[in-house]
């Protein structure tokens, strides 16, 4: 089964995909045309199989002297080539023919036919293997880390599907497996998602993932050496927040006049896709080899669990928040001058809007993301209020 699995998920999106839908479904126009092309792209997706079952077959006869099979082998070796072009997708193919050596596989330890059973983990899948060939693509020294775990001061954690340390950022991957439409502001709370004739209401995946970053850049600076390495790292604009699709298609209908300020939305594998985002010109190069490795290390103290640890992680947090151990936190605003380290080792005076939730904060910058600084300290801070909008009243008063 590991073999199917590895053969299907070396197939171009448009051929198999992991809930079993090809690309050939957006053209439902009819009950007839989707099921003939349906069933043309499962010949061309399986039709190297048989070619070659048939060139081993020619092939053990032409050593027994059948000259017939002989010319049949000829005759299908050119259309055994082409199928293989057409059918199959390149990078995942080298890919898959050294999974057991692959980084997925090292990091997880999740075998292809669990991934072929479980969306999510397909999508997790896919963003690694984009991940990694981003960085070939670019030649860009990098390690990329799965199932990263930031635990949480009070005892709770949070989970980062994905983690490309890099020379061009530390880009936390959010990865998912589920595309359509989506519509609404870019960093609004909620988006609305269009699958066919269905809308949902979704949380945005970008601020979900800040959230991530936020965590993580807290992580970071508590736990590197004092020095440069730490200020760069904890540095919440050498983050990017990195959204990847494992479908077929997405549909971005979204307001982008507030974005954050370094991230990436799209497709993980295609032309457009992440795969050949070019990192040294749209991310610029911020650490040395050096600091790459001294992050990743950090990181690999909390990474790398197997399903069974998250699962088991999952459950006892439950029964943290159920007998009371654990405690949604509390979040409040307030204005508040600050003074903060930039990645020089300078030190920087400014002053905005905070958001303090739990043991945790967050500064609001101008496109409208609460970013983590952990290296900030506070000169001067205003009245606690429940939201944004009571601060800036309150701002306008004085004003």
């Known amino acids: 089964m590991d073999y199917v699995a590895l053969y299907q998920m070396s197939l171009r999106r448009y051929f198999w995909q992991v809930d079993g839908r090809q690309g050939v479904e957006s053209f439902r126009s009819s009950e007839t045309i989707p099921f003939a092309i349906w069933f043309v792209s ?30 049949g082998l000829i005759g299908y070796l050119p259309l055994l080539v082409v199928c293989y072009v057409i059918a199959f997708n390149h990078t995942k193919v080298k890919y898959n023919l050294r999974f057991t050596k692959s980084t997925w596989w090292l990091n ?39 199932n990263v775990i ?18 061009c950022g530390i880009h936390v991957i959010e990865a998912k497996a589920r595309g359509g439409a989506f519509y609404g502001g870019f960093i609004a709370p909620t988006w609305q998602q269009r699958m066919g004739n269905e809308t949902h209401e979704m949380e945005n995946p970008l601020i979900q993932n800040q959230n991530h ?17 730490r200020d760069k790292a904890a540095y919440p604009y050498n983050a990017a927040n990195v ?56 990181l690999d103290e909390i990474s790398h669990y197997t399903r069974e640890q998250l699962d088991s992680m999952i459950i006892e947090r439950q029964h ?24 020089d080792g300078t030190t920087q005076t400014t002053e905005g809007i905070c958001r303090l939730s739990g043991d945790y904060y967050t500064f ?17 801070r205003g009245t606690l209020y429940k939201t944004v909008d009571e601060v800036y009243a309150e701002l306008n008063a004085k004003a």
Request: hydrophobic share 40%.
């Open 42 to 71: 499962k010949m061309i997706a399986y039709l190297p199989v048989l070619l070659t079952l048939y060139a081993v077959m020619a092939l053990e006869g032409l050593l027994r002297g059948n000259t017939l099979m002989a010319a």
């Open 108 to 146: 997880t330890g999740v075998r292809p036919s669990e991934i072929k059973k479980d969306r999510g983990l397909y999508g997790e899948y896919i963003a690694t293997v984009m991940a990694e060939q981003c960085l070939k693509n670019c030649g860009v020294y990098g390690r990329v880390l799965n």
């Open 150 to 167: 930031v635990p949480k001061k009070n005892g709770d954690f949070t989970e980062i599907d994905i983690v490309s340390v890099n020379e």
């Open 213 to 229: 970053i936020n965590f993580l850049l807290e992580y970071l600076y508590d736990n590197l050496p004092d020095g440069a390495c």
């Open 243 to 298: 959204v990847l699709f494992a479908s077929l298609q997405i549909e971005d209908h979204l307001d982008h006049s507030q974005a954050p300020t370094e991230y990436f939305f799209g497709n993980a594998e295609g032309r457009n896709g992440y795969q050949y985002c070019d990192l040294r010109t749209g991310f610029k190069v911020r650490f040395s080899k050096q600091e790459v490795d001294a992050i990743a290390d950090a």
């Open 320 to 343: 943290k928040y159920d007998n009371g151990s654990i405690a949604f936190p509390i979040t409040w605003y307030f204005w508040a001058r600050i003074e903060f380290k930039e990645t």
């Open 364 to 380: 609001l910058d101008g496109n409208g993301m609460f970013y983590a600084l952990p290296s900030a300290k506070f000169i001067k």
